[in-house]
């Protein structure tokens, strides 16, 4: 975001840390056109005490990528705000490789198309390309990404195959081309040998009015080799059970979770990006 800025002439805003009412202070006090954000720093926007009363009339575009944006958050920002989130995704391999056209049309939930310059696959395990709609492992060529891992052949090898990289990024294209992140493919959830994306199960938590964050992993199961497991923060009463009968409708029962922690906050990094090994570390000493 910031190279991007400054070779094309613009000014950036920078701020010593994240504080939500702080974010949208310097929105205003500076006319900033584009705002560039994590999905949990939004979350934390919309839900922040006060964030309604902000207008910020200068604001064009909010340009989301690290994680997915779930489609709450986004109808959630636009009602508040008037701006869409415009996703995309990268990585620090190959950069953003994908995104929606800020300005043109975009659609809502996906990462949108290649970027200039780059090429996409979708492939199976043995690297064929899959059916348009179908999941895989997204593969990236491009004139931006890496040419290696410093002084390690084998993980060069390992990740770069014929001049495509294998991002472990598992999406889909639909017809009109547009990319779908589904998950990372390590974190993929494997429940009695069954495959369940932890996105897809936040997703639906996230549209039940009392959840303020949700994170689902797989902890350790003896029986079923891996259970979902959900660890909330809550901004509103809810039990579990009211979880549970609220996800029932909207997935296959093997998708909800089994177990349900309740916690203050989502462990985080230093960018504000939620810790989903932190996670499976905790599920696994919860078991």
């Avoid at 944006?69 to 953003?96: H, N, S, W, Y």
């Avoid at 996409?120 to 004139?143: K, T």
């Avoid at 259970?227 to 901004?235: D, W």
């Avoid at 029962?253 to 939620?274: M, S, W």
Wanted: charged residues 25%; neutral net charge; hydrophobic residues 40%.
């Amino acid at each position: 975001m910031l190279l991007a800025t400054l070779a094309t002439g613009g000014t950036a805003v920078m701020i010593p840390r994240f504080e939500p009412l702080f974010v949208l202070e310097q929105l205003r006090r500076h006319s900033v056109t584009i705002f560039g954000a994590l999905p949990v720093m939004l979350n934390a926007i919309v839900n922040a005490p006060g964030a309604a009363s902000f207008e910020l009339p200068s604001l064009r575009a909010c340009a989301v990528g690290g994680d997915a944006a779930p489609t709450d958050l986004q109808r959630r920002f636009k009602e508040t705000f008037g701006v869409d989130i415009t996703e995309g995704c990268g990585m620090t391999e190959a950069q953003p490789y994908s995104a929606n056209p800020i300005g043109g049309r975009g659609k809502a939930g996906s990462i949108g198309l290649p970027a200039k310059g780059t090429t996409l696959r979708v492939v199976d395990p043995s690297g064929r390309d899959v059916p348009r709609g179908e999941e895989g492992e997204i593969l990236v060529r491009s004139g931006s990404m890496t040419i290696g891992y410093w002084n390690d052949p084998d993980a060069t090898a390992a990740a770069i195959s014929d001049g495509w990289l294998r991002t472990g990024d598992l999406g889909r294209v639909d017809e009109d081309g547009y990319y779908w992140f589904v998950g990372r493919k390590k974190e993929i959830i494997i429940r009695g040998g069954s495959n369940v994306s932890p996105l897809e199960v936040e997703e639906a938590l996230y549209q039940h009015p009392a959840v303020r964050e949700a994170g689902v992993v797989g902890a350790p199961d003896a029986v079923l080799g891996e259970v979902v497991t959900a660890f909330i923060a809550l901004k509103a009463v809810a039990t579990e059970d009211d979880l549970r009968q609220f996800l029932a409708p909207r997935m296959a029962a093997y998708k909800i979770p089994e177990r349900i922690y309740f916690v203050p906050d989502l462990p985080k990094g230093l960018t504000g990006k939620v810790q989903r090994k932190a996670l499976k570390d905790l599920a696994a000493r919860t078991v």
